[in-house]
């Protein structure tokens, strides 16, 4: 048989050529088993086959990633909306996003197709707690029942007695602690109240522990506060609190949603809770009253002799101005205008 002899330069390109196609496959091997090269992040012993959307970690089986998510507390989804630098930005990015754009227009078009969001703002219940509210000068607002502010709400008025049992919210910032409170009357002070919780030898061991930096700071070194409700996010106000007075007292000509949500603030953190300032129109009354006591002295009539206080005092004298009404006072910077006082006003009570 005669042998087949071939060309040299035609061995050679077939070499590279099978080079270059074990190289690719090996290229994409490893892509695939690049997951696999760590460890499972959960067992810790086996391959990780799995990657979780939300938090990337790694596992190796369904068992593992059942695990994960009752130990982390993870849901397993994507954050559709974390932030994706622009050289990481590719069509998948953007196709996420527009799916992403597609389900929040679902989701709003279904909204207004719910007959639980489209229920009733104010009940009768609501009424009856605004309309007994505001006999105590206390602006009482509801927010819709969708809210969990106003399904989880408990506050009750006992006609009778007059008298209101709240639903309390206790806020310990210095502790990262809240608790709540059902049906708390409304004649019990502020210092009754903190009792059971920040008390040395009364309160709860409980709840005494959690609060240990209140149990051991004297109780004038406590004070309570209240955010003030209606202003913009960036002038945030609190009013301060009498310790010693009722939650009725305390609660007197102040506006509330749902229910009192109160901070209990150690001394050294009172700075950060910065307070209601002074209406301008009290501003304006310093000002006319400094200007009364530098007015000028009197003078002496050249023909008479006599003192003319009565005509000085009569041009330094200001015009009579009228009060005005509660709603007409000038607006506190930072403050919102809020025109539903006279819409609940003009609610009937059933």
Known sequence: MSAVILPTAHIMSSAENKVENSSTEE??????????????GVCGSEEAKYRCPACLTHSCSLPCVKKHKEVSGCSGVRNKT??????QFDEMALLSDYRFLEDTGRFADG??????????RVTVKSKKLASNARKMNITLRFLPITFSKSRENSTFFLTKEKLFLWHLKLIFPQSS??????????????????TSYIHPTESDPVTRQKLKMYVQARFDHVKVF????GRKANSVRYHELDI?????????????????????????????????????NDKVGQEKETATQVSPSPQ????????????????????????AKRGDEEQEEG????????DDKNIPCD
């Not at 909204?111 to 009733?120: E, G, I, K, M, Y």
């Not at 602690?177 to 903190?194: A, G, H, M, P």
């Open 111 to 120: 909204a207004t197709r719910d007959n639980l969001v489209q229920a009733p």
């Open 177 to 194: 602690s809240e608790f709540t409170q059902r049906r708390v009357s409304d004649k019990q002070t502020l210092k009754q109240i903190l």
């Open 226 to 229: 209240m955010k003030v409700e």
């Open 244 to 280: 010693e007075k009722s939650l009725r007292d305390n609660l007197s000509y102040k506006t509330l949603i749902e229910y009192p949500e109160l901070h209990v603030v150690l001394k050294d953190h009172w700075k950060d809770y910065p307070l209601k300032g002074p209406a301008k």
């Open 27 to 40: 290229e994409e091997r490893g892509k695939k088993r690049k997951m696999s090269l760590s460890s499972c």
């Open 335 to 342: 403050e919102i205008t809020d025109s539903s006082d006279e």
């Open 300 to 323: 002496r009539s050249p023909t008479t002799g006599e003192t003319n206080i009565s005509r000085t005092a009569q041009e330094m004298e200001p015009p009579p101005q009228k009060k």
């Open 82 to 87: 974390a932030f994706v630098t622009l050289s």
